[in-house]
């Protein structure tokens, strides 16, 4: 299938693509199907598009590249309506607030994306812990 987006250009998909946000998101609760794609010419990012809407996509990041000891525990509510079955399953990922600044560049480590590779569903979730903040820069001055 074809995605005609509106700032990524044509994107070809097939149903085994499509994750399922039962819930939606934050912002878009009426939205629940998504492709992840990467951003072009950057392995860094990637992009979450709603195949429902050719204007929502949503810039994400692997937590792990901008804090290397990241962790949480996913509470067993969504371990179950995720169907996760073990670590290997999950993938993590969390929003990136772009700007023509690249110091001004975030990232919200306080609510992660987590999805189900195998079963295709994912959840946003909002972690109750103030170690993280909503917006982390993506980018810190190194401190020579």
């Known amino acids: 299938m074809e995605l005609v987006t509106k700032y990524h250009g044509i994107r070809e998909y097939n149903d085994d693509d499509i994750i399922v946000f039962n819930k939606g998101l934050p912002g878009f609760k009426e939205l629940k199907n998504f492709i992840i794609f990467p951003l072009e010419k950057n392995e860094v990012f990637s992009i979450l598009h709603s195949i429902e809407n050719i ?74 812990n103030d170690k993280y903040k909503i917006k982390e820069p993506l980018f810190k001055e190194n401190d020579n």
Do not use: R
Request: net charge negative; glycine share 4%; charged share 25%.
């Open 55 to 128: 204007e929502v996509g949503l810039v994400l990041v692997s937590p792990f590249t901008v804090v290397k000891d990241y962790e949480f525990k996913i509470p067993d509510i969504y371990v179950s309506e995720l169907q996760i079955a073990g670590p290997e399953e999950v993938l993590v990922l969390t929003t990136v607030t772009l700007s023509s600044d690249i110091k001004k560049m975030t990232t919200n480590l306080k609510a992660p994306i987590i999805v189900n590779i195998k079963e295709k569903l994912g959840e946003q979730l909002i972690l109750d």
